[in-house]
Structures are given as C-alpha cells and as structure tokens.
T-cell receptor, first 115, second 114 residues
Framework: GAVVSQHPSRVICKSGTSVKIECRSL??????MFWYRQFPKQSLMLMAT?????????EQGVEKDKFLINHASLTLSTLTVTSAHPEDSSFYIC???????????FGPGTRLTVL | AQSVTQPDIHITVSEGASLELRCNYSYGATPYLFWYVQSPGQGLQLLLK??????LVQGIKGFEAEFKRSQSSFNLRKPSVHWSDAAEYFC????????????FGKGTTLSVSS
C-alpha cells in the first residue's frame, strides 16, 4: 500500500514556459498534500501545504503566484511552475499525508530543468 | 521553532565497519521520527520510523535507530556497512498534529571506502 506516483519524472523546458507536475496517491486518500523542493546536494524544503478543496498555504519565500497548487481531489494534486526560470530548476517531490497512517509518503520526484 | 539537526555533513566509513549517524530534534512534544535514504538522482526510501514503544527500532537493509528522549536524539546505526550503503541520509520529524509536515534535517552524506 501507500503508492504515490508523480508525473513527469523529468522535464526540460525553456525559460518563460509553464510546467505542470501531477501527483497521485494510488491506493489511499490524502487529506493533506505537501510539496517539497530539493536543490542539488541540499535537503528537502517544504514549499506549500494543501488540503483537498482548499487554497494552499505557502512557506515563507515561496511565491504563490509562481507555484500554483491544485488539490482537486483526495487522490490528485498538481503543482504548476509558471513562467519558469533557470533558478527554478530543482527536484520537486510531492508528499501526501493520510491521517489513517499518520505519516507522510513520497512521490518519486520530478526533475525540472529550465534552459 | 521545530527543527531537526544532523550534525555531520559528510561521513566516510570503511566497508565492513560500523556506522552511526546522528540526529537531534527540537519539538515541544516528542514527534514521530524517521530516517530516509536517497541515492543520487533518486527519490526517498524510508529506512525506519519511530512512533512510540520500544526505543530501539529495526529497519530495512540492516539499519536500526535508537530513540533517546533525554537527549532528544534518534541516531541511526548499522553494524557493518556495505559499499552499496553510500548515499544521502535524512532524519525527519513529524508532529502528531493534523496538517503538519515532515521537517527534514540537512542530511548526511555517507561515503564507503574499500
């Protein structure tokens, strides 16, 4: 159980374009979805928290208009990086939390490279 | 503020030697504690977790961790390291509160020498 899929696994885009990353919890319902970002050789930093049907809460320093999060259902959340720039190149990881297991699970991550 | 500290940025261990990676947490109440491993370019793999009960926790790949409330620590150990254990190790904590997120330490890079 607790399978999380993330798509795409890797994406390269041009500066100024937008990229959408999908995260699905395949066999459980995620009451809360967290999105993390990991720069090379660094730890995972929490970007935002979202609950199904509600607006996301963003961590300090994370632009809500740049990183659009949609948590439309208990099994699907999307992160859209709008007008991407090279400094947005990073490893993005979704992490659904279920109160049933009272822990978080992790998607395999999406490697975004902005040229 | 809640935090997780991994004092060692990089550790090198000889193959076959024992390993201990340190982790300390700062939380109001004892959180749930986790150790993850990440190989280069890969996602996270859960090694073990502590919620309550026995303070010595067994995990996968021969790893174990000991929770010490008095020291606010949750150190990871392995009696004999294999070359394939070289990776990045993250300690993380989760408050027992709905909607809160895992907080990660900065990680420890483990290198294994032959």
């Amino acid at each position: 159980g607790a399978v999380v899929s993330q798509h795409p696994s890797r994406v390269i885009c041009k500066s100024g374009t937008s990229v959408k990353i999908e995260c699905r919890s395949l066999d459980f319902q995620a009451t809360t979805m967290f999105w993390y970002r990991q720069f090379p050789k660094q730890s995972l930093m929490l970007m935002a928290t979202s609950n199904e049907g509600s607006k996301a809460t963003y961590e300090q320093g994370v632009e809500k208009d740049k990183f659009l999060i949609n948590h439309a259902s208990l099994t699907l959340s999307t992160l859209t990086v709008t007008s991407a720039h090279p400094e947005d190149s990073s490893f993005y990881i979704c992490s659904p939390r279920t109160e049933v297991y009272n822990e978080q699970f992790f998607g395999p991550g999406t490697r975004l490279t902005v040229l | 503020a809640q935090s997780v500290t991994q004092p060692d940025i990089h550790i090198t261990v000889s193959e076959g030697a024992s390993l201990e990676l340190r982790c300390n947490y700062s939380y109001g109440a004892t959180p749930y504690l986790f150790w993850y491993v990440q190989s280069p370019g890969q996602g996270l793999q859960l090694l073990l977790k502590y919620f309550s009960g026995d303070t010595l926790v067994q995990g996968i790949k021969g790893f174990e961790a000991e929770f010490k409330r008095s020291q606010s620590s949750f150190n990871l150990r392995k009696p004999s390291v294999h070359w394939s254990d070289a990776a990045e190790y993250f300690c993380a904590a989760l408050a027992n509160q709905a909607g809160t997120a895992l907080i990660f330490g900065k990680g420890t890079t483990l290198s294994v020498s032959s």
